[in-house]
């Protein structure tokens, strides 16, 4: 490429920066040329600015796109944090303002452009066109798409899930159509499938309700909120480990500040859209060192997972910590740039994860520890059997890529913003002082979280209505003495209250269900057991394909030295969320595997085509049958078309998540009704269930408590009843990692208060 084509196109990005920066200033600006600006300026120009620095990190043009994606998001995060830190020393005490933000992010982007090494440019072949398959995989992607937005949107006006289920078939379609025309299909081709599939699937999920659906997520959005509201960030002001996560607080801002975008759709569509390049960078990552079948299986088995598409869009900042464990990954498996500049950026993204999310971190940096642990005796054991052990040099394939300087440093960024930084590491100490004490004290353990009861290794666990009992006892022990002097009801008045714990119901069994009755097969016993045997077979399928590649069984997946010590340390965390109950407690054994499959995707692969290598030729079409039927099973097709099983929040208007997770207008009328009520005494407490005030934590502005159950019940308080409470009695607590409901009872507040307000939705009590 000659010299004026590389200044005309850095020059052009340059340019177009300025005029963006421009456009922000101007008042009045309408939403169109606004949104298109703030996009450009905080993904566009970072993007395009950073290929450069990319392609010298990853040797392929798709790997460095997406791996100049995660570069843009920490630039984005960093800028705001810059300016948050930098400008209340000048006396701003609103840093992050409109034109602020514009202009820190023009200016770092104008020094980015200069010092940053631009993209080698490839030529495109006189009278190339679309590759062949772009009308099939645009067609069918366009129709996922289409679907997935119209699916949740009739959902969400009280119409059937239908639609959302065709969606859910049309992405399983897709996914089929690429494996099996893989050969003929390009990577970039492929790859733009899998990101629209999974693109179709989350927005499936984030766009169920008009308000912000789900469980993290809701409290996430609080504190983006205040952050919004005063244009700073303050740490020491809220000090809680979501207000910590810069990917939920100040990333948000800079998109809300600078685009016309609804902030309530950078929760729900805009970090769903960078999450779902995650599948991608799964495959690239594999790809670098596996044949196309084993990446494409892998992307899918990231995929299929149930954590993937029904709790991840609830995590926005796990979301973004995801994104740049991917690059991290791609960054680990490609092996044709030099190893210290791919170790320096590797850390880079950790760093943008310790930003991130805090969990996220210390499940990296405890599996990076363990596959540094394993490496060495794997080394030492080795080096045992060569008489004469011949020194590697850097470049050498079999040199390892993490070392010890790479899971030190990490470790201390993250303890460094937990600590002195944001002061927000107390839910650390406390899970690691309770685990030392599970450890140092076996027999007094309590049960860990149910999601123990998919796994292999099994788990102490406890029926609902041992932890409901468990609770009840923990909550009396709490406010006793409160409750003598008088704040709690008397417990005399509680006696005769019974909490029965409800079970979960299940869909109508349909005609399809009731045929396959008819011939002795009882849907809901076939759907628990389909549930509970692919979250088995998956955990089979890593082991088998973990001893096959490491025992050089396997022709398919050739890893990377670092895959197999990564996975090992991997499923050695996995494993111990399983064994030690306070981490399935307090960091869900699911989210641990989901973030595993970063690693071990590959594996799962590999012993697929392992167990079906009896098939020869037939082996492909038989392993596209299996994904295919774990994907229409999990996502939930399968028991949504035969009845018998809880309903998912993706396919129905109700299920657990419905109930616990979906906002209703009714009950935000009413808490907009009492917030007015209470303005001029805001120290009176209004008290709702835990998840009523999740649902409404913006609202209630005043004290407030996120407990109903009996005994917590203060004396003196207003009670307000959200949707489910009033239309269906019943109310969910979390306790010991787990959903436990119950029916309330209402005869409590009927004896002992004053109901002030009634509408369909919702009850007000005082």
Known sequence: MTVPAVLRGRLGVMVGVSLACVLEAVPGMPAVPRTLAGLWLLLGAPVALWRGTASRVVSTRDASLMLAVGFAVVTDILVALGLNT?????????????????????????????????????EPPAGSGPP?????????????????????????????????????????????????????????LLETGLYVAATALLLLNSLRG??????????????????????LWDPSTYVDAYNACLSVTLLPVSVV??????????????????????????????????????????????????????????????????????????????????????????????????????????????????????????????????????????????TSFVTWWMVLLPAVLALLWAGPVTGTSGQLQSTLRIVA???????????????????LLGGTKASPEELLA?????????????????????????????????????????GLGKALEAVGIPVPALNGALRQGAALLLQLLVLVGFVVVFRSRSRSFRPARDQVTLTAGALAVVALFTLLPQLSVDYSVLRAFQQGLFFFAPFVAAGTLWALRWANRRTVPLACVLTTALFLDLTGVVPKVLGG???????????????????????????????????????????????GFSRLQTLLTGKSQGEIFPTFMRTHSYVLLGTTAARKDEVTVFYRGDLITYRYPMGLLDATKNQIYSSEGARIYR
């Not at 930098?86 to 020094?111: I, Q």
């Not at 008009?210 to 244009?231: A, M, N, P, V």
């Not at 409160?482 to 509680?494: E, F, I, N, W």
């Open 437 to 455: 004490q599970n450890v140092l004290h076996p027999g007094q353990a309590q049960s860990g979280s149910s999601d123990t009861s998919y796994s």
């Open 86 to 122: 930098v400008l209340p020393l000048f006396g701003d005490d609103r840093p992050l303002g409109r034109l602020d933000l514009s202009a820190a992010t023009m200016t770092v982007l104008l020094v980015i452009g200069v010092l940053a090494p631009e993209e080698e440019r490839e």
């Open 132 to 188: 062949a398959g772009a009308a099939a995989v645009g067609g069918l992607g366009a129709l996922a798409l289409l679907l997935s937005v119209a699916g949740p949107i009739r959902l969400n006006n009280g119409f059937s899930g239908a639609v959302s289920t065709v969606a859910l078939v049309t992405v399983a379609a897709l996914l089929v159509l690429l494996v099996v025309r893989r050969r003929r299909y390009p990577a970039s």
């Open 210 to 231: 008009w308000y912000i659906t789900g469980h993290d997520i809701q409290r996430e959005y609080k504190y983006f909120r205040l952050t919004l509201g005063g244009s």
């Open 645 to 691: 099983y809880p309903a998912q929040l993706q396919l129905s208007n109700a299920g657990r998540y419905y109930d616990i997770y979906y906002p209703h207008a009714e009950e935000r009328q009413a808490a907009f009704w009492l917030a007015q009520r209470t303005a001029n005494d805001k120290g009176q407490l209004v008290q709702t269930d835990r998840y």
């Open 470 to 510: 468990e609770f009840r006892e923990e909550s009396i022990e709490q406010t006793e003495s409160q409750r003598a002097a008088g704040a709690y009801m008397p417990l005399t008045k509680l006696k005769s209250t019974p909490t029965p714990v409800v079970a979960q119901a299940d869909l109508p069994v349909t």
């Open 257 to 398: 500040r600078l685009t016309a975008v609804p902030d309530l759709y950078v929760f729900k569509a805009l970090l769903p859209l960078l999450f779902a390049l995650t599948p991608v960078l799964v495959y690239r990552s594999v790809r670098n060192v596996a044949p196309q079948f084993v990446a494409l299986l892998s992307a899918v088995y990231f995929m299929v997972f149930p954590t993937f598409f029904s709790d991840m869009t609830f995590l926005g900042r796990q979301e973004v910590a995801f994104l740049l464990l991917g690059c991290s990954m791609v960054v680990l498996t490609d092996p044709g740039r030099p190893l210290a500049r791919r170790r320096w950026t590797f850390s880079v993204l950790m760093a943008g994860v310790v930003l991130s999310h805090y969990s996220t971190t210390y499940v990296v940096v405890a599996t990076l520890g363990i596959a540094f642990a394993v490496d060495k005796v794997w080394r030492l054991a080795a080096r045992s059997r060569e008489p004469r052990p011949r020194r590697r040099s850097q470049n050498d394939q079999s």
